[in-house]
């Protein structure tokens, strides 16, 4: 859940939708609040955000979602457990590590059913495979892709102290120098970290295997001791993140205009911008046939590969830690809404 590249500046919005067709916005008074923790609310990375926030979806059905601004060190399960988030988005370690440790957390709704998170190497370099990367060095864009490197690593036969591991941090000119002086020889980071490079004409080679990115990367969970008292306006925001999702299969170019807007610091490069908004699409549409819709199947078959470096200490049935009640509610509208709020959007911003 690498996603962080961009500064997290906490910023409103409102959530949710009632029955089939949306209600007259609400007075600010009326909004009801929802807190939720996310990496980054305002990257292309996290489309969603920014759709929602610019079709206005969360403020016509009556909700405000505060983001969270926090840093990538504090543990997200904290901000369930004293309740000062009501839902958080986890990566798959962070969910499992939870879960290892009999912490009530449940995953309601998988935002990305794909990892963004990749170890790379530059295009043209000595390292070709995973094989050669035995005595390198990787460059960690923050110290939670650690973790991917070492699953990756593994997929070879190699472990961690097979390698050496620096944090490079995700500054463009940092990263571009680690790589160009040859200071590190790999890069373990999220796509939207690696997207600085481009600017500075570096082409870079995935190396993670398939199987490590079929990863329920960035998934929503909850605390579910309030799972009830938390039903009715969770119900409404993930209604509204599916939407906003679907928004970019509907009409990719105008969510891409959106994106370019709200984060130029991303598209200054247009061609990277665009390249990260393709990855985005990738990322975030469903391989399942609803939205959100959690896959028992894939969350037992990547436990071998945690189990292997550590982050837990058995293998856990996925019923433990997985609650699909909300799904139904989250796919509860039709394209057609969707399309005619984007309407209303480019009408407004031709």
Not at 259 to 287: H, I, R, Y
Request: with cysteine; glycine share 6%.
């Amino acid at each position: 859940m690498r996603l962080e590249s961009i500064s997290i500046r906490t910023m409103l919005a409102g959530v949710a939708l009632g029955a089939l067709m949306f209600a007259a916005p609400a007075q600010a008074q009326d909004l009801e609040e929802v807190n939720i923790m996310v990496p980054n609310n305002n990257t292309t990375t996290l489309f969603p955000v920014i759709v929602a926030r610019n079709l206005g979806l969360f403020e016509k059905v009556g909700l405000k979602v505060n983001y969270l601004d926090s840093e990538t060190s504090v543990p997200y399960v904290a901000f369930l457990s004293n309740g000062q988030a009501d839902a958080v988005m986890l990566d798959a370690p962070q969910t499992l590590q939870a879960a290892n440790a009999k912490q009530p957390v449940k995953v309601v709704y998988e935002a990305m059913q794909n990892a963004p998170e990749g170890l790379y190497v530059p295009e043209g370099g000595e390292v070709k495979t995973i094989a050669d990367l035995k005595g390198k060095t990787i460059g960690l864009a923050g110290d939670r892709d650690r973790v991917t490197s070492e699953i990756v690593l593994q997929t070879a036969g190699l472990k961690g102290e097979d390698v050496e591991m620096v944090v490079v941090g995700t500054s463009g000119p940092v990263m571009h120098k680690a790589v160009s002086e040859n200071q590190v020889q790999a890069l373990s980071a999220a796509i939207n970290d690696l997207t600085v490079l481009a600017a500075f004409g570096i082409k870079l080679v995935d190396l993670t295997p398939p199987e490590v990115k079929l990863n329920p990367a960035n998934t929503f969970s909850i605390w579910e001791p309030r799972t009830e008292e938390l039903r009715p306006k969770l119900e409404k925001f993930f209604r509204v993140w599916a939407m906003a999702t679907a928004a970019g299969k509907i009409d990719p170019e105008t969510v891409a205009k959106m994106c370019e807007k709200q984060v130029s610091e991303e598209w200054e490069n247009k061609e990277a911008g665009q390249a990260l908004m393709d990855a985005s699409f990738s990322l975030n549409f469903p391989k399942t046939e609803k939205y959100g819709d959690l896959e028992p199947d894939v969350w037992k078959s990547i436990q071998p590969l945690y189990l292997q470096v550590g982050d837990i200490e058995a293998e856990i049935d996925p019923a433990v830690f997985l609650d699909n009640s909300f799904i139904a509610a989250a796919n509860d509208f039709t394209e057609d809404e969707v399309k005619a709020a984007l309407e209303e959007w480019k009408a407004a911003n031709p």
